[in-house]
């Protein structure tokens, strides 16, 4: 059977990705029950980090540690891929010694380029294009707590990110509606926004988004890579900060999600990651159950 591998929500099909979530949710429930459940002894997870990390690292190491197997941190720093060694090559020497990579970094083709030479499944942990693994624990976060999230509105608020990206195409995967307010200019990519046309809409102004909305997130306004353009974006996306008194606008039920870390005072107020409707905290947590029900599938 020919690798699978996760670089986007799209490289596995609607009916797997609910699979993933539904098995997450069960293993989340044998490591609160202390259950011991090792189907990947003796395998073995390289970690490529091109960028900081600390629910990623943690999560996916943790994970491979309770399935049995174990992981590898693998830095730039001290790594020949920080001294110029293509990816090509690392793919075709990394994917003989382990049993999975996992990579993150910036730009989306490198990972694209070491899946083609890996002869194991590569896992996406963050490029400057996406971020799949974190979708999946956000949906799971919803399943637990709303239930189905197909036919639902959802409103991203603020950048056209990696994290933004992801929501598109977990419209698509999901069936929900997306709202995307953003500034002019910090639109999300435009290609992937007409592929899905009949799913996501930007408007400018967040209160347009998260109008009835049932689950409004953001993310920071400057991402991994953009930190000289801080002081600029903080004048940019000050209108798109999320607020209780932004919530309140949006359906009485909805949830609000932010993948982390947070900026408090920017793009969410210094109550928001505590009010009710916050489950930031549930989300962050569930990185380690969702991409170990990734890992068994990839592995399996
Ligand atoms: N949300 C997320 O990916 O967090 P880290 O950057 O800490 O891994
Ligand atoms: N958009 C953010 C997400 C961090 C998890 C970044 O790329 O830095």
């Known amino acids: 059977m020919a690798t699978r591998h996760f670089l986007s929500l799209l490289d596995l099909t609607p009916q797997e990705l609910q699979q993933l979530i539904d098995r997450a949710i069960e293993l989340k429930a044998m490591h609160k029950r202390r259950e011991v459940h090792e189907p990947l002894k003796n395998r073995v997870l390289a970690?490529?980090?091109?960028?900081?990390?600390?629910?990623?690292?943690?999560?996916?190491?943790?994970?491979?540690?309770?399935?049995?197997?174990?992981?590898?941190?693998?830095?730039?720093?001290?790594?020949?891929?920080?001294?110029?060694?293509?990816?090509?090559?690392?793919?075709?020497?990394?994917?003989?010694?382990?049993?999975?990579?996992?990579?993150?970094?910036?730009?989306?083709?490198?990972?694209?380029?070491?899946?083609?030479?890996?002869?194991?499944?590569?896992?996406?942990?963050?490029?400057?294009?996406?971020?799949?693994?974190?979708?999946?624990?956000?949906m799971q976060a919803y399943h637990e707590v709303r239930g189905s999230i197909q036919g639902k509105t959802v409103a991203w608020i603020g950048d056209g990110n990696n994290m933004c990206h992801s929501y598109i195409n977990a419209a698509r995967q999901w069936g929900f509606e997306l709202r995307v307010a953003c500034p002019e200019g910090y639109d999300p990519d435009a290609e992937l926004v007409q592929a899905n046309k009949d799913r996501v809409q930007i408007v400018r102004r967040p209160?347009?988004?998260?109008?009835?909305?049932?689950?409004?997130?953001?993310?920071?306004?400057?991402?991994?890579?953009?930190?000289?353009?801080?002081?600029?974006?903080?004048?940019?996306?000050?209108?798109?900060?999320?607020?209780?008194?932004?919530m309140d606008k949006a359906d009485p039920q909805a949830l609000f999600m932010h993948c982390l870390p947070a900026h408090r005072g920017e793009e969410v107020s210094h109550d928001m990651l505590d009010d009710p409707r916050s489950v930031v905290w549930e989300e962050a947590g569930n990185r380690l159950h969702a991409q170990k029900a990734l890992l068994e599938f990839l592995l399996r």
């Open 207 to 246: 209160e347009d988004a998260v109008q009835g909305a049932h689950l409004v997130a953001t993310d920071v306004w400057a991402s991994m890579g953009q930190e000289e353009e801080s002081a600029q974006r903080l004048g940019i996306f000050a209108p798109y900060q999320v607020s209780p008194q932004l």
């Open 47 to 138: 970690m490529i980090f091109e960028k900081s990390s600390t629910r990623t690292r943690v999560s996916f190491e943790a994970g491979m540690t309770q399935l049995g197997g174990s992981a590898l941190f693998l830095s730039p720093r001290d790594t020949q891929l920080g001294r110029g060694e293509p990816v090509e090559d690392s793919a075709r020497v990394l994917s003989q010694m382990v049993d999975a990579v996992m990579i993150r970094t910036f730009e989306h083709a490198t990972v694209e380029t070491f899946a083609a030479h890996s002869e194991v499944p590569v896992i996406n942990a963050l490029t400057d294009f996406n971020h799949p693994c974190q979708l999946l624990a956000d």
